[in-house]
């Protein structure tokens, strides 16, 4: 537990998956220093079906506020007026809870609480996790005490702000590597088989499912097994898919306690998005990685880029996948387990397993001397 009186935080973490699991992780953090915690999240399911699992903690809802790329058309409009709610009601709820600081992962529901703290002069900050940063980041910067970045290369992204490398949170529930055997238990598989586990993230992949469709004929013989999370629409097809071709699988449209795919894995292939990556480097797993080619900015193939170029991970523009070269990439890593080890042994160096403790700690120091 932190030496230091116990404060309120408030943390805005709401939306996506990649904002909400790592302030939860930040959450928990402070919780067990004896900090109190108020989440801001979205309308939307995935934060609900989330914070389940963690009554300890209140939580607010925002209104949704995406901002339009043209503003000049009428959804511009809407903006500016749930944005204006989502920031009176930030105001309001300050006035009762009392905050000593703010933190907001990214998006724009934290765009408001990070104005408005800043307004009351409290400490804020805001955390990219991305190599890019996106547009609600850029303009909550102007306004946050620092910027925390999970990754180096995002720094010269923003030249007017102060910024602090703590790397990207990893959700605690993820816990540490099971046994194998202990994991594949779970899948009913063997565990003397080679792995692939192939995942698209919250929100499924449909585009690295249908690559791994076309695939598997040639992967079929190979002695591999699968564990493929396709998202809500894809897990039917799979099975039938792996069925056919006769190659042992598990199919679902998602697993919820992750820490066991990726100790069943020896291999996995995903999106590039900045908190998979983080977990993947936990668990200290090789990875091919297909950017999502639809991402803002692009962002998730300069995160993949990162990985690609320190030798952890292999590069796979979705649009140039061809099932023939990606099946011959799956086999050759499988087959290769001294490259696997090396890629495993850099893909941990690059993302700090302290991040979560990291945050904390500047958030800490933050309130310390504001008080003094």
Not at 248 to 253: E, K, T
Not at 268 to 290: H, K, N, T, Y
Not at 316 to 327: G, H
Request: proline share 6%.
């Amino acid at each position: 537990m932190s030496q230091q009186n116990p404060f309120r935080a408030v943390i805005a973490c709401g939306g996506t998956g990649g904002h909400l699991f790592p302030g939860l992780a930040v959450a928990e953090t402070l919780h067990e220093r004896g900090h109190e915690v108020l989440l801001f999240v979205s309308e939307k399911e995935i934060d609900t079906t989330a914070l389940r699992d963690h009554p300890e903690f209140r939580a607010e809802k925002l209104p949704s506020v995406g901002l339009p790329s043209n503003i000049l058309s009428p959804a511009f409009v809407g903006f500016i007026r749930r944005f204006w709610e989502s920031y009176s009601q930030c105001k309001k709820i300050y006035r009762k809870f009392r905050p000593s600081v703010v933190l907001g992962m990214g998006g724009f529901t934290s765009t408001a609480p990070i104005l408005a703290a800043r307004l009351k002069g409290l400490p804020c900050f805001v955390h990219e996790s991305n190599a890019i940063p996106g547009r609600a980041n850029r303009l909550a910067a102007k306004f946050a005490t620092s910027v925390l970045i999970g990754f180096e290369e995002s720094r010269q992204r923003f030249p007017s702000a102060h910024c602090i490398n703590t790397g990207t949170p990893v959700r605690r529930n993820l816990g540490h590597p099971l046994e194998r055997a202990e994991a594949m238990k779970v899948f009913g598989l063997d565990p003397t088989r080679q792995t692939l586990l192939v995942t698209g993230g919250s929100q499924g992949a449909s585009g690295i499912n249908q690559l791994l469709f076309k695939s598997a004929p040639l992967l079929s013989g190979s002695g591999i097994q699968i564990i493929h999370l396709t998202g809500k629409n894809d897990d039917r097809l799979a099975a039938a898919n792996y069925q056919r071709d006769n190659i042992s699988h598990y199919v679902a449209p998602f697993h919820h306690r992750m820490e066991e795919a990726y100790s069943a894995s020896d291999l996995v292939i995903s999106r590039a998005g900045a908190s998979s990556l983080s977990e993947i480097s936990q668990f200290g797993l090789p990875s091919i990685l297909i950017p999502y080619p639809f991402a803002t900015d692009d962002h998730q193939k300069a995160n993949a880029e990162i990985y690609s170029q320190a030798g952890a991970a292999e590069l796979v523009a979705e649009k140039e996948a061809n099932p023939e070269s990606f099946a011959e990439m799956v086999t050759n890593l499988l087959n290769d387990s001294a490259r696997r080890e090396k890629m495993s042994a850099t893909a941990r160096k690059i993302a700090p397993s302290t991040a979560a403790s990291n945050v904390a700690d500047v958030m800490e120091k933050a309130v310390r001397g504001a008080t003094k």
